[in-house]
């Protein structure tokens, strides 16, 4: 005789009604690591990217489904670009069946530098991070951030010493919002190319001399660094606003330097 079980359908506890009437502006998963593929300016970056996954929710409903989070990652895609970025939210959005959401993702993005004389290829890694959210009337925003090392050196020190200039390593921080596609390594360059001089992986004795004297030739406080890439950013029709952070790590003293813009646009 066939012993047959069946089993009683489980309660979704998730959907049950919540009376306390309190609206959750953000509820779901954090800082979940994952293999990712990026797709920026035709190249694909192979990367792990740390996420958070978030979507808002009802007064009247007493929790989220935390699983469908992770099994919309599960799903098969292609390298993801900006503009898929922005359809796998409106999918969370329509998985959750929520109104509004937010995914952010972290990333480092290795891309290949040749040294300025002997054309030496290697890689450098920034940090990245591009964050969407939608809101409950249906608008979407998009933020693109990046942390690049660049060189600085004194214009104040360069005056006044006989010889010499004192320098030192630098983050630049820039965080934009884009009502427009931008590729990563776009923003890197804004940044690198206002610097005293930008770094490398390797560099032979030719590039050495070479960046040593392009920094001394190029003197920026960090007052100067934060305005130099203000005015470059202002320029980039897709940016919609933004935020520089630049900070030098003094190399006469046990204190960085630090200095901040922000400023919104209007797009014509």
């Known amino acids: 005789m066939n012993n047959i079980f069946k089993l009683s359908p489980l309660s979704d506890t998730q959907s049950t009604q919540d009376t306390r009437e309190i609206h959750i502006d953000q509820v779901g998963i954090k800082d979940i690591r994952y293999p990712i593929s990026i797709l920026s300016a035709n190249t694909t970056l192979q990367t792990i990217a740390k996420l958070s996954m978030t979507v808002g929710l009802p007064s009247h409903k007493k929790g989220t489904h935390m699983s469908r989070f992770i099994e919309l990652l599960e799903q098969d895609r292609v390298s993801l670009d900006q503009a898929q970025f922005k359809r796998l939210i409106y999918e969370m959005l329509d998985k959750l069946g929520a109104l509004s959401g937010e995914i952010q993702i972290e990333f480092p993005a290795f891309i290949t530098k040749n040294a300025p004389v002997s054309g030496v290829k290697s890689k450098l890694d920034y940090d990245v991070s591009w964050l969407g959210n939608v809101s409950e009337c249906g608008e979407y925003t998009f933020y693109m951030s990046v942390k690049v090392p ?36 776009d923003l890197v360059s804004i940044a690198e190319k206002n610097a005293s001089c930008e770094i490398y992986g390797i560099l032979k004795r030719p590039d050495e001399k070479y960046v040593t004297e392009r920094a001394y030739d190029n003197p920026k406080f960090v007052e100067d660094l934060a305005r130099d890439i203000a005015l ?20 006469i003293h046990n204190h960085s330097a630090f200095a901040r813009i922000t400023r919104a646009r209007n797009i014509a």
């Open 150 to 185: 660049v060189t600085s050196l004194c214009p104040c020190s360069k005056e006044i010493s006989d010889y010499g200039a004192h320098n030192q390593r630098s983050i630049l921080y820039i965080k934009v919002e884009l009502d427009g596609e931008m590729p990563i390594c």
């Open 232 to 251: 470059s950013l202002n320029e980039e029709k897709n940016i919609k606003s933004y935020s520089i952070e630049a900070e030098n790590f003094e190399s």
